[in-house]
């Protein structure tokens, strides 16, 4: 059981949106560069179309945010954003102009980006004092990840991916439905919690918290944006390539089914570190191994690591950090700073370091700043808790 504090239907309605919400992740990540390609956009365009989307991160989880701490009513705002994000990506049916897909993509994401770190917030009030059963819940993102990622390879080599469009729009209504099911709940202690943000963000513990999972999402930029692009060019079939995203989402699953026992045995920090570690030399072997199968098995094996464990260690410490009516606030922030503002530097960069050096480079870049964030960790997490 996940937890007993969940009853059955919680249990399913709660992991119902992380199914939907990744797996329409699972159909985008793994083919949007492939379909851009498709529709002859270069390399630059591809990262900046991809960096627009990370950008709205930054602002959207943080202006909803607010609002949900400051009026309630978190899981009406999470049906709003849901359903607005459905309908924006609808344009994208019939849109291939660079610039209206620019604005369509920066509406989407907006909306879409809002949804998950309020629902993170919702899903850990839920748990209440079991909040190390989070994983359990979160596992079902990956299978849907999975199921998308793995499912649509054989589909998108018969077809062509101009499917892909269509596919997401229905996997980013269910979500929306899902959502309809599911209530709030107060957050627990919430009277006694600090109302005020910015004296919790000031602490430096928090900044370099914040800071080095910057630099660790950023360093995920080039595998985001171009990492089908790079394995087809390598000669991958798009079977293969699905195959490889779904290895990856495999490894994070038997992740998520042990952290609840990770965290208390080896702690939060100690794993950060090790997760970081990881990534480093994940993407020195991406960068120079990439045309050996059984290198990139084990790269891939290593997303356990870099975004599973990373991951999974950042939200424990941010839930002990931003607590109560800070809660939704707080996951905003992890998400804007790090998915938000270091994907979109790490896509941006990616799509230029990809023409000026060449492929391989923008693994290489990546490696150098999963290692800057090693570092901050290092010396600015010494006293995280958990």
Known sequence: MPTARLQHRQYAQLSGFYFFF?????????????????LE??????????????VTKIIGPNLWGWVADHHGKRIHIIRL?????ALAYAALLWVVDYWWMMLILAVYSFFWNTTLPLFEATTMNHLGAGIQHYSKIRLWGSIGFIVTAMGLAPLFDLYGVQLLPSIVLALLICMW????????KKAVHQVQAPLRLLPTVKQPVVLALLLSCLL??????????????????HGY??????????????????VFLFMHRMLPRYGARRLLLSALLITVLRWLIIASQPQYLPVLLVAQLMHAASFGILHASAIHMIHGYFPGRLQGRGQALYSSLSFGLGGAIGSLLSG???????????????????????????????QARG
């Open 22 to 38: 990744f797996a329409s992740l699972g159909a985008f990540l793994p083919y949007w560069g492939l379909y851009l390609r498709e």
């Open 41 to 54: 956009f270069s390399p630059q365009a591809i990262g900046e179309l991809m960096a627009i989307i990370m």
């Open 81 to 85: 954003t849901a359903l607005l994000a």
């Open 177 to 184: 439905a899902d959502t309809l099911f599911v209530h709030d």
């Open 216 to 233: 660790a999402q950023a360093s995920h930029g080039p595998y985001y944006t171009f990492f089908s692009i790079y394995l087809e060019d």
């Open 237 to 254: 079939s798009r079977t293969l390539i699905g195959t490889l995203w779904t290895l990856g989402v495999v490894a994070e699953i038997m």
């Open 352 to 382: 230029y370091v990809w023409t000026e050096l060449g492929p391989s480079w923008i693994y290489y870049m990546a490696a150098i700043m999963a290692g800057l964030g090693f570092m901050v960790a290092w010396w600015g997490v010494g």
